[in-house]
């Protein structure tokens, strides 16, 4: 049940809506390109766990459907039934250390992290990693990005 997870950059019903042809060229490309809010479309690139994560759905689910929705639910109905799973089985599945409850939303926050502390230790400045950050998560402003990366502040900083 927890597949829908290997999508954790992206938005929740960015997630829900990647059919066979989206992960088809996923599997070809080791990133996945998709349409996001307002319109925007950008490309994720994903490491090659979440690529054969996908590469099994993609071998279960027939031709032109979704992955991640059946052909008997609408998308909002799996999307709340995915987060009432998370929702269950949270206590079992999240980081003891974590303050936080854990959610699909605080996966992307904790993606951007990692995305955010890989530019830095390739050299870029907090200013060069927060805006490559901000392109992968479909977001053109700062102070959104800045939100995200709140929980890594401490740390190092995101100044800059």
Same mark, same amino acid.
């Not at 490491?47 to 639910?73: A, C, I, M, W, Y």
């Not at 959610?103 to 805006?131: C, D, M, N, V």
């Given at each position: 049940?927890?597949?829908?997870?290997?999508?954790?950059?992206?938005?929740?019903?960015?997630?829900?809506?990647?059919?066979?042809?989206?992960?088809?060229?996923?599997?070809?490309?080791?990133?996945? #390109?998709?349409? +996001?809010?307002?319109?925007? =479309?950008?490309?994720?690139?994903?490491?090659?766990?979440?690529? %054969? &994560?996908? @590469?099994?759905?993609?071998?279960? #689910?027939?031709? +032109?459907?979704?992955?991640? =929705?059946?052909?008997?639910?609408?998308?909002?109905?799996?999307? %709340? &039934?995915? @987060?009432?799973?998370?929702?269950?089985?949270?206590?079992?599945?999240?980081?003891?250390?974590?303050?936080?409850?854990?959610?699909?939303?605080?996966?992307?926050?904790?993606?951007?992290?990692?995305?955010?502390?890989?530019?830095?230790?390739?050299?870029?400045?907090?200013?060069?990693?927060?805006?490559?950050?901000?392109?992968?998560?479909?977001?053109?402003?700062?102070?959104?990005?800045?939100?995200?990366?709140?929980?890594?502040?401490?740390?190092?900083?995101?100044?800059?």
């Amino acid at each position: 049940m927890l597949s829908p997870c290997v999508c954790s950059p992206l938005r929740i019903h960015e997630c829900f809506r990647i059919d066979t042809v989206t992960a088809g060229k996923v599997v070809k490309e080791n990133a996945l #390109t998709i349409k +996001g809010k307002g319109g925007l =479309v950008r490309t994720v690139p994903l490491n090659d766990l979440l690529v %054969k &994560r996908l @590469q099994l759905h993609l071998e279960t #689910t027939p031709r +032109g459907h979704k992955l991640f =929705v059946s052909d008997d639910e609408q998308t909002h109905e799996a999307i %709340k &039934r995915f @987060q009432a799973f998370i929702y269950l089985q949270r206590q079992t599945v999240q980081d003891p250390d974590s303050s936080r409850p854990m959610t699909f939303h605080g996966l992307r926050h904790t993606k951007a992290a990692e995305w955010y502390q890989e530019f830095i230790q390739e050299g870029k400045s907090p200013y060069e990693a927060r805006k490559a950050v901000s392109k992968l998560l479909g977001h053109g402003r700062d102070d959104v990005t800045r939100i995200y990366l709140a929980s890594i502040k401490k740390e190092g900083g995101t100044d800059g």
